[in-house]
Structures are given as structure tokens and as C-alpha cells.
């Protein structure tokens, strides 16, 4: 058992070596110029924050370190024309964000407390359409993971409202599981706050993208809502997407037995091929994750959409813990899905992911296949050949 673990977490380590940097610096000593020609869109994301600020070193701008209180700010990022859907282009090592090829963080604006950023963030959402995206990221990310990773996604997806980042205070360590579970355990009344913060707002629909560890921190405060009479933000909730979720089987089923069957379009990612989950299982007695569960029907009878990735690529060097974001043809689906209305009738929905698919599929044209299992059916969207 010791070897296996061993032998595990020097896999996930190396995999995970492989598709991140070395250092999570968010704000480099000098930026290369770049024409304005070369950057194709300037994206600025809204952020509340259970970490500490940096002060060993700034350029983190916010580090590993817990705070007792949620922090906000808002940070300007451009994306280069030649980014390519579904990559997130970073400069090596400690080289100098070049704007023409990569995702460079060129201004940082701090919000002195609550009032504030909820005045902030209110104006930009009233300006963008009244839709608010909430990401809540996962297992070993540093802020700077997550600030891109929601780039990425808004871009990609084309997403129409605002952008937030809760970012709660994960060690950006491979060695760092148990301190993250802490972490996103004492942080859940700060997304709770947040998320009725946003709905206090003339928002009209809050969003939410969860991924891994960032799951079981979703579900905690989506419970506590349920717990208050208020599962659905006063009817503000719209999409809630877990994607490849690190959380317990029977402890996800108990979250939504609490919950109870969702009314708005509620979705789990997950693929069997996902290593880190298969590490997450093996650290917590081999029981099954969420994210790579085998029996679709079971949890589809909670109330819930089940969307099978096992036959599709993942792009983060054979981890296959991030196929939501980084495959070019989910990321564009889930861009589909993100852009319609969350009220659409569930056959209509369903019809319509399926003529989404076959569109896609014959422009992606990658030999795959996504099985998507509902309460009441299920539906193979082959995504080309």
C-alpha cells in the first residue's frame, strides 16, 4: 500500500510538473511591449479571496497563506491573438510576460472591503448583461492559476457577463492535499458571502464553473443556502457545473439529498481515465470520487445531468483532471451552454446539446464521444470521426 502510494504521488507530481510553472507569480518585473495588434482581448476578473496578500513576495500578489476575512480585488488581463482555445500561454520559467504570446496580468486594483467591490462588481455586471460567472478552482492552484484559468474559460467560451474568481487558499503543492481540504473547509461561509453578495446585485443570473477540490467547497455552501431556504440565490442561480468533482460519493449524495433535486441546469463532469482523482481515492481509503464514479444512473437520480468525458482527450500532460476547459470541443460546448438561457425546458435542452455536438464535432473532428445522462434519458453526442 505505501509502495502504491509512493509510486502514485511521484506520478502525479511529475504529470503535474509537466503542465505548470515553476514559480506562481502573477505580475512579472517587466513586461515586453506588445502592439495592441497582437492582444486580442483585455478581460478583467473580479476576485474575492480567502488567501492571505503577499508580502514575501508581491508579485503572488495573494499567496497560499489563510485568511480569517475575504479579500477583493480586480485583475486586468490581456490574452494574445495567437492564443489557441483551450491553452493558457505562459511564459517559462521566470521569463518576462511577452502580451503578443502569452496571458499577461498588467494591473492589479485592490477594493478596501466588501461595500466596495460590491459597488465594483455590481456597475460591471449591470454594464456586461446581468450575468455573473463564479469559478471556484481546485487542488494545488496558486492565485495565479486561477486568475488564468478563468481568463481562459471566459474568453474561450465567449461567456457574456462578469467574471469572479473565489480563490480560497490552496498551498499550490502537489504535497499540499490535506492542507487544501482544510483550506477549502474554512472557507466555505466566504463563498456563501460572496455568492449572496452577487445576488444582492441587479444580477439576473450567477453562474457557477467548480473544479476538483473546489467542488466539495461549492456543495458545502450550495448546503448551507438549502439550509437557510435560499438554494437558489432568490431565484438568481443559474448553471452550476462541477467538473471532474474530488468529493465522496456518499458525501456528494448526502450534499443533495440536503440540497434536494435542483430546479436550474446542474451538471457533473467526470471521466474514468482521471489520475488525480484515482490519487484522491487511493489517499482516502480507496473510496470512490465523484469525478470519476462509474455508475452515471446512480447519480443522475439526484436530480442532476451526468456528463461522461471518459472518451474524450484531456490536455494537461495525461492527467486528465481538466478536460472541461483545456479540450477544445468541451470548452466550446460548454460555451454553447453558458451563452443560453439556463431556463430552457429539459428535452429542449437536451435537444439542443445534441445538435451542438454534431455541429462541433465536424469541426473538431476528433474520434470521441460524450455521453450525457439525465433523469430521464441518456444522449451520446459523437463529437466527429
Known amino acids: 500500500m505505501a509502495l502504491r502510494l509512493k509510486s502514485l504521488l511521484v506520478a502525479f507530481a511529475l504529470a503535474v510538473t509537466g503542465c505548470a510553472g515553476p514559480t506562481h507569480d502573477l505580475l512579472n518585473k517587466t513586461t515586453v511591449a506588445a502592439p495592441a ?65 502569452d496571458f499577461t496580468a498588467k494591473d492589479v486594483t485592490y477594493y478596501e472591503g466588501a461595500p466596495q467591490f460590491a459597488k465594483a462588481v455590481g456597475a460591471d455586471i449591470t454594464m456586461r448583461g446581468d450575468r455573473a460567472l463564479v469559478f471556484v478552482h481546485g487542488f494545488n492552484n496558486g492565485f495565479d492559476d486561477g486568475i488564468y484559468r478563468l481568463t481562459q474559460i471566459a474568453h474561450d467560451t465567449k461567456y457574456p457577463g462578469t467574471p469572479v474568481l473565489f480563490s480560497w487558499a490552496s498551498s499550490a503543492k502537489t504535497t499540499g492535499y490535506l492542507y487544501d481540504r482544510d483550506s477549502a473547509n474554512a472557507a466555505r461561509d466566504d463563498l456563501e458571502a460572496t455568492l449572496r453578495m452577487l445576488a444582492k446585485t441587479r444580477v439576473k443570473s450567477i453562474d457557477i464553473i467548480a473544479h476538483s477540490m473546489g467542488t466539495w467547497l461549492t456543495m458545502e455552501a450550495l448546503r448551507q443556502l438549502a439550509i437557510t431556504g435560499d438554494r437558489d440565490l432568490g431565484g438568481k442561480l443559474g448553471y452550476v457545473i462541477l467538473a471532474s468533482p474530488d468529493i465522496d460519493v456518499d458525501v456528494f449524495k448526502k450534499q443533495m439529498i440536503r440540497y434536494g433535486k435542483p430546479t436550474k441546469p446542474f451538471a457533473i463532469l467526470l ?115
Do not use: C, W
Open 271 to 385: 471521466s474514468g481515465d482521471d489520475r488525480a482523482l484515482k490519487l484522491s481515492s487511493l489517499i482516502s481509503g480507496d473510496k470512490p470520487r465523484v469525478g470519476d464514479y462509474g455508475n452515471a444512473a446512480d447519480l443522475a437520480s439526484y436530480g442532476v445531468a451526468v456528463v461522461d468525458l471518459t472518451k474524450t482527450k484531456g490536455g494537461d500532460g495525461g492527467l486528465n483532471h481538466a478536460k472541461f476547459a483545456d479540450n477544445p470541443f468541451l470548452v466550446q460546448l460548454l460555451g454553447n451552454r453558458l451563452r443560453t438561457p439556463a431556463g430552457l425546458a429539459a428535452d429542449e435542452d437536451t435537444a439542443q446539446l445534441s445538435n451542438i455536438g454534431q455541429g462541433l464535432g465536424k469541426v473538431v473532428g476528433s474520434a470521441a464521444e460524450v455521453i450525457i445522462t439525465t433523469p430521464f434519458k441518456v444522449l451520446t453526442i459523437a463529437t466527429g470521426g
Open 37 to 101: 495588434s497582437d492582444i486580442a482581448a483585455t478581460h478583467e476578473i473580479f476576485v474575492a479571496t480567502t488567501r492571505q496578500k503577499a508580502t514575501k513576495d508581491p508579485r503572488q500578489v495573494f499567496d497560499s497563506d489563510r485568511s480569517l476575512t475575504t479579500s477583493y480585488a480586480r485583475v486586468d488581463v490581456t490574452v494574445p491573438k495567437s492564443h489557441q482555445v483551450g491553452n493558457i500561454e505562459r511564459a517559462k520559467g521566470s521569463a518576462n510576460s511577452n502580451p503578443a504570446k
